[in-house]
C-alpha cells in the first residue's frame, strides 16, 4: 500500500505557496519533500496518511504525477493548526 502524502510549500523566487499531493509516486515522505526542495521550495507543512483532509478530497492512486491541488501568491495562511492557501484549507 502507497502513502498519502500532502506538502504545503513555498517557493520564494516567485512569491508562490501551493498545496501538492501524491498517492504513489513516492514511497516515502522524505522522497516527495526531497524532490522538491532540490528545486529550492521552502516545505511548509507536511502530511502522511492520518490528516484532515479540509476541503481537498484525496487523489485516486497515481504513480506518476505530483497533483497540485492549490496555489497562490505569497506565503500560505496558517490558522491555528489549519493551512491555508488561495481558499483551501486542511490540516496537517
Do not use: H
Not at 513555498?10 to 515522505?29: E, H, M, Q, T
Amino acid at each position: 500500500m502507497n502513502a498519502y502524502l500532502r506538502v504545503t510549500g513555498y517557493y520564494p523566487k516567485a512569491d508562490v505557496c501551493f498545496i501538492a499531493d501524491s498517492n504513489g509516486r513516492f514511497p516515502d515522505l522524505w522522497e516527495f519533500t526531497s524532490y522538491l526542495t532540490e528545486k529550492g521550495i521552502k516545505i511548509i507543512a507536511v502530511s502522511m496518511d492520518n490528516f484532515n483532509d479540509g476541503d481537498l478530497p484525496r487523489i485516486e492512486e497515481n504513480n506518476e504525477q505530483i497533483i497540485l491541488r492549490a496555489c497562490g501568491q505569497g506565503t500560505p495562511i496558517r490558522n491555528g493548526r489549519i493551512i491555508e492557501v488561495n481558499g483551501k484549507r486542511y490540516q496537517p
